[in-house]
């Protein structure tokens, strides 16, 4: 079957990136209703919801490889219009949490008063807290980012030689039990970056083969792995074995089917539903303030004496699509916009102006 029309791919991506998004905010929203409700949210069905991280990890390796590969990008492009994705939005979430942890301080947050976490969570530094909970994901995508700027601009082949290095280096760290004290080389270390490789090696096999005949074995056999996973990771956590005691579990538990998944939606002419498309393209919103979003909305019920209205699926239902609703609304009214606001300065300065601006 031949590769999709882009329009379409594009689609099928952000449906997926939709996906990671909600599932993850399934999994630490039902610990948040556990905690603050006592309410068990399906009996924790969600609690592979993690997974979604490995799905993003993938999807940024293959999206990051297949764009840069159009030759539109140089290194200094392509690390502006990085930064303007990742840093401008997630700097007014911090600064919103750190203005709220000021204004209310409670013990149990009181690393958000801490300058070196606050600094190092601005940085996106590997470090043990952060200021916006899901932010460790973000360092890992941005050592990702550098690696793959200084390695890919300079010779497509020398990314090749860096990763086989990092997967090696990975694997005999893993396999001999080496570990280390320095945080920086854990997260280096970390088997979770495989999620990157495995992007990177569908990306590269996507642009080498125009035909693929079996599209829709391929994901029909990720879709049942990643349920098969997903459903022995749930009875294996309810017994209180931990089937996931090292992170490169991860990659062969729901890192490959995703890659498998990934993969063939790039040769179906799917029909993608525009809400899924939209929620995919507020996917980074709903990410990074889901978990605050629907602590609002729990202190709220609280303070309003709804607790035990709330405290039941049809309750957890309307606080997860309020949840949903609300992070929208601040993607097309403030990231979308703040988006559109820094890509009309880049287009409208050279470069080195936009990195003065910058620094």
Known sequence: MNKQNSESKIDSLQ??????????????????????????FLNKIFI?????????????GFIILFTSSTGKYNIKIFLIKRFIRIYPIYWLITTLLIFAYFISPAQEQSYKGNIEIILGSFILLPQQKYIVGVAWTLTYEIIFYL????????????LFYVLSIWITTIAICFFNHIKSNSILITTLLNPLILNFALGCLIAYLYKRYNDFDYPKTLISLGIILFLIMWTRYYQFKLSTANILTDDIKQLYFFGIPAGLIIFSVLYLPITVPKLLVYLGDASYSIYLIHGTVLSILIKLVQISHQSEIFSS??????????????SCCFYSLVEKNLLKLLNKIYTTHQPEKIISLIK
């Open 313 to 326: 699926l049809g309750g957890s239902i309307i606080l997860f699509l309020g949840t949903i609703l609300i």
């Open 15 to 40: 449906a997926i990136r939709a996906f990671a998004a909600i599932i993850v905010m399934f999994f630490h929203g039902t610990t948040i209703l556990e905690e603050r409700l006592n309410y068990i």
């Open 48 to 60: 592979a919801g993690f997974s979604g991280v490995d799905i993003f990890f993938v999807l940024s």
């Open 147 to 158: 690696i793959f700027a200084v390695t890919y601009f300079k010779q497509p082949k020398y």
